[in-house]
């Protein structure tokens, strides 16, 4: 077969002719030598597909599964449960399960890193993503909103109707009525 073929170093286009060097010495010819194209192919690097997630284990040297993958196989079976059809990325219960996840892993993260301030804010913003999709979905539906909430675990206050300036005074005392005796000093 062409693989196990010998190749001489003439064919590979090296100089069989003696060549002298700075120092006036005499090499060896190169065509006494011959390489074995599977020794070759054996020194070439492979291309190895690691990121590949298919061909990925997830184990490292140390033979323990790092927390960022188990995070990734994680978020992807919370995706495949909460999506409502087969092509489904942006319902809110697909969104809101992957960013459930994700802020798990933060939070962990943050726990043995706590000076990791760009991953705090980063934290930080995804929480408030997911309140405003929760808040969304109540204001849509609020069976799906509660069987969302149970199921993932998530503390999640329900926003409330906003009231308005007399509801939100009305336990406070009203102001004291003004004196007449002192208003008319006043335009005097």
């Keep these: 077969t062409p693989q196990n073929q010998l190749l001489s170093p003439t064919s590979l286009g090296f100089s069989t002719q003696v060549q002298p060097t700075e120092a006036g ?3 060896a010819p190169l065509a006494e030598e011959f390489i074995n194209l599977s020794e070759l192919q ?10 590949d997630e298919e061909n990925y284990t997830g184990i490292d040297d140390d033979g323990e599964v790092p927390s960022w993958y ?5 978020i992807k079976e919370l995706r495949q449960t909460y999506r409502l059809h087969e092509n489904d ?6 969104q809101v399960a992957g960013m459930t996840e994700r802020i798990s892993y933060l939070t962990k993260h943050l726990k043995t890193h706590p000076k990791d301030f760009s991953t705090r804010r980063g934290l930080v913003a995804l929480v408030n993503k997911r309140r405003r999709l929760l808040n969304y ?4 539906d609020v069976q799906r909103y509660g069987a969302l909430v149970t199921s993932l675990g998530i503390r999640h206050k329900a926003p409330g109707r906003v009231p ?14 003004v004196k007449k005796h002192l208003v008319a000093n006043k335009k005097k």
């Design 89 to 94: 990325t942006g319902s809110v219960e697909f």
């Design 42 to 51: 054996q020194q070439q690097p492979q291309d190895d597909d690691d990121d």
């Design 164 to 177: 308005d300036r007399e509801e939100r005074y009305r336990r406070f005392p009203t102001q004291k009525a």
């Design 137 to 140: 979905l109540y204001s849509e």
């Design 70 to 74: 188990s995070s990734a196989q994680r």
């Design 25 to 27: 010495e005499v090499e």
